[in-house]
Structure formats: structure tokens, C-alpha cells
């Protein structure tokens, strides 16, 4: 049986600036891994690559719940360039684009989406990563040159 707290291994660094990090928001670490780790289970059990949650809550929170369109997509894909270089993401949609936006590549350069507005939003992620997009019935072509 495992002990009650286990060494995890990562670097001193991060280690430092995750613990300042989490005490300036008022929590404890130990807390704080818990939650992750019970939610990196919880996803593993759903079917989800555990990484691929990184990318999905970095999407999610530049996007915003409950907003969608163009414009919503635009301004997310500007943010996402943060982290991501165009042709990335354009394999990181096709990860996760699935299971969390209805979104499924179809080829190496086109996705399909029935709904319009995640249509929308997604020609808006892409253009704002850098991509040209451009929509035909319910497939997005994409270019990330």
C-alpha cells in the first residue's frame, strides 16, 4: 500500500514556483495534487489522454463557457499562439477536437463539424493562430503554411 504522501518527481524549479503559486491563491499543495490527480484518473477512466486535458483547458479558458462564433475564435486563436505554432495545433484539434468540440479531421487539412456556430468558432481558432481556413457545406479546410 502506497504511503499517505509520496515524493513526486519533478524539478526543484517548478516545484518552487508551483508551491509559491498555490499558497498565494490561499490553498496547500498537497490539496491542489490531489484534485489533479484524481482528475487526471477521472479522465484516463472517460477515455482521455491525460496530457491532451492541458490542451483542452487552455482552449476552453481562452474561448470562454457558453461563448461561441468568429470573433470568440479569433480572439482565443490569438491567445493560443502563446503556446502553440499553427501546424501544433492543427494536430492538437485533431486530438481533441472529437471529444470535446464535435469537430473530427476527415483528412490532413480538413475537419468537419455539423453545428455552425462550433464551425464558426473553429475557422475562428484557426485564423487566429495563423491559419487561412475557408468553409465549404459543413468541412473546414485548413492551410497552416
Not at 30 to 59: K, N, Q, T, W
Not at 110 to 139: M, Y
Request: net charge positive; charged share 25%.
Amino acid at each position: 500500500m502506497p504511503s499517505k504522501y509520496a515524493r513526486i518527481a519533478v524539478e526543484r524549479s517548478i516545484a518552487e514556483e508551483f508551491s509559491l503559486k498555490i499558497r498565494k491563491i490561499g490553498r496547500r499543495p498537497s490539496e491542489v495534487i490531489s484534485a489533479v490527480f484524481s482528475a487526471v484518473i477521472d479522465a484516463v477512466d472517460h477515455g482521455y489522454d491525460p496530457l491532451d486535458m492541458i490542451h483542452i483547458c487552455r482552449i476552453a479558458r481562452n474561448i470562454g463557457i457558453g461563448r461561441a462564433g468568429y470573433e470568440v475564435g479569433v480572439n482565443a486563436g490569438m491567445l493560443l499562439r502563446a503556446y502553440y505554432k499553427p501546424k501544433e495545433f492543427l494536430d492538437i484539434m485533431a486530438r481533441i477536437g472529437p471529444q470535446v468540440m464535435g469537430v473530427y479531421r476527415v483528412s490532413p487539412d480538413t475537419f468537419r463539424a455539423n453545428d455552425p456556430q462550433v464551425r464558426d468558432t473553429v475557422k475562428g481558432l484557426f485564423a487566429g493562430i495563423g491559419c487561412k481556413s475557408e468553409e465549404w457545406q459543413e468541412f473546414i479546410k485548413v492551410n497552416c503554411d
